[in-house]
């Protein structure tokens, strides 16, 4: 498998611009996680998945945020409208939730510059 | 609701010798896993080593080890025989068991330089 599969890799987009970042987690998971990393907050989670569904969004920073998961090998996270401290990476993370497995595989990130 | 502290935001080591970076964390629950996560300047995120808390022996993987010690809620990290590739930014990361969410709650992070 080639693991968590994040795209665009970099994205610089102008205030007010509508972003979506694409994840595609590893087949077989069935856990789904968006986190930020800033250097101020450090990594947040902002909403996970599981089974295709949306568990906990109380991460989600305001409404101009949003997440789906159509299918079990697609996820989206959307800023709409774009601000400049939205800049960040975005990393989505998958898990397979099975007993006592826990580890979660992360995806490389998508840097995100807001100007 | 539980929080993780990593006190040390920057730390270097010599190559070949050996280094430790604290955290702790705090939470009511009894049982729990507590993770540490490297991150190279690659960006990506790399599971170093886990530990279940309901496990008194202290998890080691090859030349990483940790100190665990449940009652005072802190758990560092040893990395012995240094590498130049151990160069990165690394965290603390506490996952709840209850509810099964597999939810991650991450320290600040430390940096480590590894000097020739």
């Known amino acids: 498998d080639a693991g968590v599969i994040q795209s665009p890799r970099h994205e610089v987009t102008e205030m007010g611009q509508e972003v979506t970042l694409r994840c595609k987690p590893i087949?077989?998971?069935?856990?789904l996680f968006w986190y930020r990393q800033t250097m101020m907050r450090g990594l947040e989670l902002l909403i996970y998945f599981n089974n295709n569904v949306p568990i906990d969004d109380s991460g989600m920073p305001e409404d101009r945020f949003s997440a789906k998961m159509p299918n079990a090998s697609f996820s989206t996270l959307k800023i709409q409208p774009s601000e400049p401290r939205d800049s960040a990476v975005y990393f989505c993370?998958?898990?397979?939730?099975?007993?006592?497995?826990?580890?979660?595989?992360f995806g490389q990130g998508t840097r995100l510059t807001v100007v | 609701a539980q929080t993780v502290t990593q006190s040390q935001p920057e730390m270097s080591v010599q190559e070949a010798e050996t280094v430790t970076l604290s955290c702790t964390y705090d939470t009511s629950e009894n049982n729990y896993y507590l993770f540490w996560y490297k991150q190279p300047p690659s960006r990506q995120m790399i599971l170093v080593i886990r530990?279940?808390?309901?496990?008194?022996q202290n998890a080691t993987e090859n030349r990483f080890s940790v100190n665990f010690q449940k009652a005072a809620k802190s758990f560092s990290l040893k990395i012995s025989d240094s590498q130049l590739g151990d160069t990165a930014m690394y965290f603390c990361?506490?996952?709840?068991?209850?509810?099964?969410?597999?939810?991650?709650?991450f320290g600040q992070g430390t940096t480590l330089q590894v000097k020739p």
């Open positions: 993370a998958s898990s397979q939730k099975t007993g006592l497995n826990t580890e979660a595989f």
């Open positions: 530990q279940e808390a309901y496990k008194q």
């Open positions: 087949s077989g998971h069935n856990s």
């Open positions: 990361a506490f996952m709840s068991i209850a509810g099964n969410t597999g939810k991650l709650i």
